[in-house]
């Protein structure tokens, strides 16, 4: 036996404004439950299904990042309360375009059979939607990135690391200007410096030889010999041993010459180093120079595609 219908019900569907699409939902749509919906419930109530359009343009960012918004709103008020809206991920196949038999309908309270009712749902739902939706991106100012929608925090900062190492490695690479001549001069006259040490080591090995050699033959001729012999032999062993000195000297002052040199490159690899360790440090910290930045909506890129009055079963 059917029952009776009460005061705020028809067997009819009650008329909605003319040119606005009307569907019934299919009692498998899975979001029924989210909006409150009885798939097996036998009154339908007016919702209505939206869908919108939705674009996040940063110039900075060199960003245009497209969204499809999809919401039901339900149940129906006058005004609406668009930030009640239900974010539902629904298909058009959850729509039918037809009735099924026999259903009841419960009349709406908000007025769906005019165009200006439906016109402010829709301004409302726009204002809501630019009033609350945003993108949340992340900036390193210092190397011009930006992240991408969707993006971790782990893979930009990752890039920022890259980033950074690339142009730490630029920045090295200029080094080389400034140091290649320095070090190409020191190490020619390094090798200069070793190639008069080894002679001046060999003269003065050769001096000490002969005069070993020569002198201890020229103080035995003074001791067997004449006086003016003895002055000649001692005045030949001192010449010996001052050419002898002279060697020493000379081999003293090619080392001491090499030292000063080595030390001069050895202050120049430091003074390298330090600045290579200044630049890496200095990209490094630039790399973790990340602030958040807040990418609103703008009302001119929020456009509804789709609103529909549909409606749905309830107990």
């Known amino acids: 036996m059917v029952r009776p219908l009460e005061p705020n019900e028809s067997s009819v569907a009650p008329r909605v404004a003319a040119s606005t699409p009307v569907r019934w939902v299919d009692p498998a749509a899975p979001w029924l439950p989210t909006i409150g919906a009885d798939s097996a419930g036998g009154v339908h109530e007016a919702a209505i299904v939206a869908r919108v359009a939705l674009r996040y343009d940063e110039a900075r960012a060199d960003l245009v990042h497209d969204e499809e918004y999809e919401a039901v709103l339900f149940p129906l008020t006058d005004p609406i309360d668009a930030s009640c809206a239900i974010a539902v991920d629904h298909d058009d196949r959850d729509l039918r375009a037809y009735a099924p038999e026999a259903i009841v309908y419960r009349l709406p309270t908000a007025p769906i059979d005019t165009a200006g009712y439906l016109k402010r749902v829709e301004r409302a739902l726009v204002e809501h939607l630019v009033r609350s939706r945003t993108v949340e991106l992340s ?85 067997f ?54 630049i890496d440090a200095r990209w490094m910290a630039t790399a973790t120079q990340i602030t958040p930045v807040t990418v609103p909506l703008e009302r001119t890129d929020v456009r509804v595609t789709q609103l529909v009055v549909t409606w749905v079963p309830t107990s």
């Not at 020619?188 to 002679?199: E, K």
């Not at 002055?231 to 010449?239: F, G, K, T, V």
């Not at 050419?243 to 000379?250: F, G, L, Y």
């Open 139 to 223: 900036t390193n100012r210092a190397l011009k990135l930006w992240s991408r929608p969707g993006e971790t925090a782990e893979a930009f900062e990752w890039r920022c690391r890259q980033t950074a190492d690339a142009k730490a490695d630029e920045e090295m690479a200029k080094l080389r200007g400034k140091y290649e001549t320095r070090a190409k001069t020191l190490r020619s006259q390094i090798q200069a410096a070793r190639d008069r040490l080894a002679v001046a080591e060999t003269q003065e090995q050769g001096r000490r030889s002969e005069e070993v050699v020569s002198g201890a033959g020229s103080i035995f001729d003074a001791i």
């Open 225 to 278: 010999g004449g006086r003016r012999s003895k002055r000649d032999a001692l005045a030949r062993a001192a010449n010996q041993r001052s050419r002898s000195s002279s060697a020493a000297k000379r081999a003293d002052a090619a080392g001491n010459k090499l030292d000063t040199l080595l030390d001069a490159a050895e202050d120049l690899e430091t003074e390298l180093a330090g600045e290579l360790t200044e």
